[in-house]
Each structure stands twice: as structure tokens, then as C-alpha cells.
């Protein structure tokens, strides 16, 4: 499960209101660690490549996957999270920030604006 969320310094800021994004990842392993996949929601689907190296620091980029999606173009950069030794139920997560590299449609009417960062976490269904 993927969520992305708008960086914000303002503590007041509520929680509903950071929420950018929610999506399905569905990845699969490559070898040397590359992967591939698809982000998905029920109004749209983008194409995930990236690469994983040895440290757990991880590369992605998001490129249009549906009609939807056209000129959609993100990169995301993050790390693996280590376990924790004394942790009873770990799930792998995927943590960092992601790069909107292009203005495109936002499917509600208006564009949403390239240069913006924002955070994210994946966790392991």
C-alpha cells in the first residue's frame, strides 16, 4: 500500500489535508535488483522502474501506464527500512520523497504543477 503526502511545516496543518495520493504497488523483482510494476488506483495506472542497491537505497521512476496518466512523470528516490531486531511483526517499507518532473492533467479539471516534492511510505501487503 502506497500513500504520498504533501510536505507541509505547518503542525496545525490536519492530516486529511497532506493526503496527495493512495495507490496499489505491485512490483516485481529483477535480477541485479532491478524491479518493475504498476502504481494503480481505481481512476488510474502508472508504470514503475527502478533499481535497488546494495545499502537498501532505492530509485523509481512513474510513467504513464493508462490514458489516464498521459504526460505523468514522477521520481521517487527512498530507502528499504531495516528491521528491527527486537520487532514482532515487521512488514518491509518503503520510505522517501518523490519529484512531480511535469505539469499534467490532475483527472479533476485543473494541472497539477512539476517541481513539487512530496513525501511518501509503501508497506508490504
Known sequence: MYRSFIDSPDAAE???KLRLAVATFDLQAEAGGAFTGAATTERWRLNLAGQVDGNGRATMRATQGDANTAGWHYEYVGWIVPHWAEAT???PTFVGSVLRVADHDNLRG????GGLTYSFVA???
Open 14 to 16: 490536519s492530516f486529511d
Open 89 to 91: 511483526q515487521p512488514r
Open 110 to 113: 485543473g494541472i497539477s504543477k
Open 123 to 125: 508497506v508490504k501487503s
